[in-house]
C-alpha cells in the first residue's frame, strides 16, 4: 500500500465521521455544536498534523499551506452538512486562535523577523549620525566666517 493511500483512508474515514456527526446535529442549528465539530474535527487533525513538523517549519508556507487548506476546507465542510452558513463569526474566531497558536511569530512574507547583523546595520546607524555632525560643523563654521557674503 503506498504512503498516500492510509492518508487518503484516513481523510475518508474523517469525512464519513463528520457526516454521521453533522446529520445528528443538523436540527440543532449552528451554535456551539458547529464550533465543537470544528474544534473536534478539524482541529485535532491540523494539531495532529502541526505536532508532525518542527515548529521552525510552522512559518514556512510552503510546509503549511496543504495543512491550511485541508483545515479551512474541513471548516466548510462542517459548514455545509450542518446547514450553517460559511465563512461565519465562529469560523472567523476559530481562525484567530489558530492564528495566534501556530502563526503568530510569523511575519507577511513567512520569515521569521529579527534585527540584520551589526555589520549591515551599522552603517546605517553611523552614517547618518556623521552627516548630521559635518553639518553642523560646516553650519557654524561658515557663521563665524561671514565677510564673504554680501
Not at 2 to 8: F, I, N, Q, R, Y
Not at 27 to 52: D, P, V, W
Not at 93 to 98: A, L, Q
Not at 106 to 117: A, H, I, T, V, W
Request: proline residues 4%; negative net charge; charged residues 20%.
Amino acid at each position: 500500500m503506498e504512503p498516500h493511500a492510509g492518508s487518503a483512508l484516513q481523510r475518508h474515514t474523517l469525512l464519513c465521521l463528520m457526516l454521521a456527526v453533522a446529520q445528528c446535529v443538523l436540527t440543532q442549528g449552528c451554535g456551539s455544536h458547529y464550533k465543537f465539530a470544528i474544534e473536534e474535527f478539524c482541529l485535532a487533525k491540523f494539531r495532529l498534523e502541526m505536532q508532525e513538523l518542527d515548529q521552525s517549519q510552522w512559518c514556512s508556507w510552503e510546509d503549511t499551506v496543504e495543512l491550511y487548506g485541508e483545515l479551512t476546507n474541513c471548516t466548510y465542510l462542517v459548514a455545509l452538512n450542518m446547514g450553517c452558513y460559511w465563512p461565519n463569526r465562529m469560523v472567523d474566531e476559530f481562525f484567530i486562535s489558530v492564528h495566534r497558536h501556530y502563526f503568530h511569530d510569523c511575519s507577511l512574507s513567512g520569515r521569521l523577523l529579527r534585527d540584520p547583523p551589526n555589520r549591515i546595520l551599522g552603517p546605517f546607524i553611523v552614517v547618518p549620525i556623521l552627516v548630521t555632525l559635518l553639518m553642523t560643523a560646516l553650519v557654524v563654521w561658515r557663521s563665524k566666517r561671514s565677510e564673504g557674503i554680501v
